[in-house]
């Protein structure tokens, strides 16, 4: 089994069911199957082959599944690359991967004209949108070579497991992005995973929202519901209100958004006015959410709430099911049905073993294994083998297990706060600060400070205008779950809190922006 033979097999199966909506255009499984085909077709025309890596720079849209999936007919390796990059972070991603492909969206022409002078290895350039008119010179046309080129049948490729089916970068946040090696072992058993833990079927209709080059988007999304043969709605450009008119008209059955999107949608003045009763699941992760939120979101939105955990290289690794939902608020849950997960020590002057496991309750690193977890990074062994050890994926993330055995994250390893010799991890700050009525979102990072070393100093987006600094440390000091030097010495009301694709919090960016504040 590999990603391609998915699309061929639900094909055989439901020929006629629609298997993708995107802006006015619907296709059946048989339509789109046909569309993916053509496309790689052309690619192979052009001498794209297999072990070739097919770079897309484009908007959340149809042109990202259907070339993702015409390199895996191909056994070429699918990059996607974040839209929002600048000419040169795009230029450096096509660079370190060596991609003889470049599908862009037509709004982006500007960037990639300004990157390509950077290029050497691209010698395919594929513009999406727009006219044939309009590509520029020595440019194809997306639309041209899906529709017209000759459809030859059934290109038969069979990867091995250990091939690569996708090369995804990472989105950052703590340093340079790398490139994860995934295979086609990884990108199988990631949606087996997922399709599992969330009971999909054929019948469900998901609803996209989140960007497809990220993992969480395509990987543990939109794949997934292509092995089940369900039907992918695609929004190009996310709103609360095209959202909820989403839902309504297509009757989606499965929605994965970030916590952010969620209240957006909560919150809209709108909101009543749709029906959103088909919607059977949600999906979500990346940031904290309150409980007034939670209670709120089952009553109104949809009952059945799953807060996942996972990064590139291991994607869904923990998984916090609705009914525990309100019971263990702010926990990531438990590990998957493929995932073995361990709490080791934390000390980086070390190589820890997996056997060196902290108690309940302790925080430590969390360490993972599984079919799902990266080979490595690519062309960086050194880096490969400082993360991957002793057979396990160590992930610098903090966790503790509680009794229960529910897994509960405490921030990256380089989020710790030290501040005046005591270890402070930012995320139980958090917990607590999302009980503070009239907090919308909250974030808790470290800031120096002559005196401590650090101070702790939150950022705070209001739901209520009127909160102040003075009930921020009125509400800390009232809580018994709060140490005295956990409490945030600064507090920073902002409108907004900067955010990676999968909802996690730009740490590094808040304390950027944090000089001079």
């Known amino acids: 089994m590999h990603i391609g033979s998915l699309l061929r097999q639900s094909t055989e ?10 802006k006015d255009r619907r296709w059946t499984y ?32 149809e042109y990202s599944a259907t070339t993702y999936f015409a390199a895996q007919l191909l056994g070429a390796v699918a990059v996607p ?18 991609a003889r492909a470049l599908v862009y969206g037509e709004p982006l022409r500007d960037k990639v ?38 459809d030859l049948g059934e290109l038969h490729v069979s990867p091995t497991d250990d091939q690569l089916a996708a090369l995804v970068y990472t989105s950052g946040t703590t340093g340079r992005p790398k490139g994860v090696l995934h295979t086609q072992r990884n990108d199988i058993a990631i949606a087996m995973n997922c399709v599992m833990e969330y009971g999909l079927t054929h019948a469900d209709t998901a609803l996209h929202i989140a960007p497809l080059y990220h993992v969480g988007g395509m990987q543990a999304y939109f794949i997934p519901h292509v092995m089940v043969g369900g039907t992918n709605v695609i929004i190009e450009r996310y709103s609360p209100l095209s959202t909820l008119e989403t839902i309504q008209r297509e009757r989606v059955t499965t929605l994965f958004a970030v916590p952010t999107q969620i209240q957006e949608m909560l919150h809209h003045p709108d909101f009543k006015d749709f029906d959103t009763a088909t919607l059977r699941m949600i999906t979500t992760g990346g940031a904290a959410i309150s409980a007034a939120t939670m209670e709120r979101v089952q009553r109104e939105f949809c009952a059945n709430i799953y807060n996942g955990y996972g990064m590139t290289e291991a994607s869904l690794t923990l998984l916090l099911h609705p009914r525990d939902a309100l019971a263990k608020l702010g926990s990531c849950g438990k590990p998957t049905l493929i995932s073995e997960c361990r709490i080791v020590t934390n000390d980086p002057h070390r190589d820890v073993a997996p056997h060196e496991t902290v108690p309940s309750g302790e925080v430590g690193e969390l360490i993972v294994r599984g079919p799902q977890v990266t080979a490595g990074y690519w062309e960086k062994p050194e880096e490969s083998a400082r993360k991957l050890r002793n057979g396990w ?43 503070c009525p009239g907090v919308r979102e ?20 209001r739901s209520d205008p009127a909160l102040s600094v003075e009930d921020i440390e009125r509400h800390c000091r009232a809580r018994d779950d709060l140490a005295t030097f956990k409490r945030p010495r600064r507090v920073v009301f902002v409108e907004a809190l900067p955010l990676n694709p999968s909802g996690k919090v730009l740490k590094r960016e808040l304390i950027a922006g944090a000089r001079g504040v």
């Open 442 to 461: 909250a974030a808790v990072v470290g800031l120096p400070d002559p005196t401590w070393g650090m101070v702790v100093t939150a950022f705070i987006v």
């Open 13 to 22: 199966r439901y020929p006629e069911h629609v298997a993708l909506v995107y």
């Open 30 to 61: 048989a339509a789109w199957y046909a569309r993916v085909r053509r496309f790689a077709q052309a690619l192979a025309d052009r001498g794209v082959g297999c072990g070739d890596r097919v770079a897309f720079f484009v908007g959340t849209s």
């Open 393 to 435: 994926l160590y992930t610098g993330d903090l966790f503790s297990r509680d009794a229960d055995g529910f897994y509960h994250f405490h921030g990256r390893v380089d989020d710790l706060i030290v501040s005046g010799g005591e270890n402070i991890y930012p995320r139980e700050v958090e917990e607590v600060l999302y009980r």
């Open 81 to 98: 690359v974040n839209f929002r990059l600048a000419a040169g972070e795009l230029s450096d991603i096509l660079r370190d991967s060596g």
């Open 113 to 150: 004209e300004r990157g390509r002078e950077l290029l050497s290895g691209v010698s395919v350039f594929i513009s999406c949108g727009g006219t044939a008119g309009d590509v520029a010179d020595g440019h194809l046309h997306f639309e041209t070579l899906a529709e017209e080129t000759p």
